[in-house]
């Protein structure tokens, strides 16, 4: 029960910050804003970007080192198992 309350609280709230969002952000007003309010507005910061940077080396890491062990696992022993790892 406690998980349908939050449910429909979650939808209310949500309903409620984005049901005129189309006459906030229409193409028409869009084009009628500034530019530096628009730059604000779409640009991503510079923390973000290094945060993404950081995120995407780490996450190149493991799925080298994920293609390492799963290569590591084909080389089973004969009569073993050879799939431990998720595909």
Same mark, same amino acid.
């Given at each position: 029960?406690? !998980?349908?309350?939050d449910?429909v609280?979650?939808?209310?709230? *949500?309903? /409620? =910050?984005?049901a005129?969002i ?5 193409? $028409?007003h869009? =084009?009628q804003?500034?530019?530096? =309010?628009?730059?604000r507005?779409?640009? *991503?910061s510079? %923390?973000?970007?290094? =945060?993404r940077? $950081? !995120?995407?080396?780490?996450? &190149? &890491?493991l799925q080298s080192?994920?293609?390492? /062990?799963?290569? %590591? &696992?084909a080389?089973? &022993?004969?009569?073993?198992? $050879? $799939?431990i790892?998720?595909?």
């Amino acid at each position: 029960m406690k !998980t349908m309350i939050d449910n429909v609280a979650i939808q209310a709230i *949500e309903w /409620c =910050l984005v049901a005129n969002i189309k006459d906030v952000f229409s193409p $028409s007003h869009v =084009l009628q804003m500034d530019v530096k =309010l628009v730059s604000r507005i779409a640009e *991503e910061s510079r %923390h973000d970007q290094s =945060l993404r940077e $950081s !995120t995407n080396s780490k996450l &190149a &890491a493991l799925q080298s080192g994920l293609a390492t /062990c799963k290569n %590591h &696992a084909a080389r089973k &022993a004969p009569g073993k198992s $050879s $799939s431990i790892l998720p595909t």
